[in-house]
């Protein structure tokens, strides 16, 4: 199981239609916001991949700016993967082709 919180910024006269959308979200709980269109919300799901989801709706979600990080924790994937249940995905970055430095 992993659970993390995030701060989801909104526009701020767009929050309450947002927090609407946020709790249709599964895994999602909306504990709470401001007039600035800062929206406090917590995430749960079995799998970092699966939180992943989540957090791209939640980014694509109407009117939302920013969706931020602030705990996460996986201690239960951790120990999957350290016994060698799971195998976690790798992150390969960005996809962009590295430019060596040129001096000039």
Not at 35 to 41: E, K, L, R
Not at 78 to 103: C, D
Request: avoid cysteine; glycine fraction near 8%; hydrophobic fraction near 40%.
């Amino acid at each position: 199981m992993v659970i993390a919180g995030f701060v989801v910024q909104s526009l701020p006269d767009e929050r309450k239609a947002v927090v609407a959308s946020l709790k249709n979200v599964a895994g999602v709980e909306v504990y709470g916001d401001d007039a600035a269109g800062n929206i406090v919300a917590v995430a749960e799901a079995e799998t970092s991949e699966d939180l992943e989801k989540i957090v791209k709706i939640m980014e694509e979600t109407d009117s939302v700016m920013n969706v931020g990080l602030t705990y996460m924790n996986m201690e239960d994937e951790a120990k999957k993967i350290a016994s060698g249940e799971s195998k976690p995905k790798v992150f390969g970055g960005r996809n962009k082709k590295q430019v060596p430095f040129e001096e000039t």
